[in-house]
């Protein structure tokens, strides 16, 4: 992955590392309060890939939008790095889960609307 730059807020917010990959895919990677632990592995962070049109098949735009939870269910897996299953999902703390699912809603907005907003590329 290049072209990354390091967001970072206030103490208390944890800094937001993004960037592009070589096919012009945007990413994101999202550090977990509570790491994600996989047999011998723990992941303190996820990247979040910029999901593509067949990312979305099985749910809608619009219930992305709305940050419905089902629907993230289904794009979440698709889009992550490593792989966040349904059932890691479910067991997510609710800051973790907020945090990636606000991330690929934030996907859907226009450069000028996350401009706005006060969210950089």
Known sequence: MSDTELQSGDD????????????????????LQRPLQRADNKYDHVIVRAPLGSDYQGTSLSAIH??????????????????IHKQDLQRMPSDDLAMISGEVVAFLYTRAQRRQLGLTE
């Open 12 to 31: 208390e917010a944890p800094a937001f590392e993004r960037g592009v990959d070589d096919n012009g895919r945007a990413w994101v990677k999202v550090p």
């Open 66 to 83: 709305q940050a419905d939870y089902n629907a993230l269910c289904v794009v979440i897996p698709r889009i992550t790095e490593p792989v």
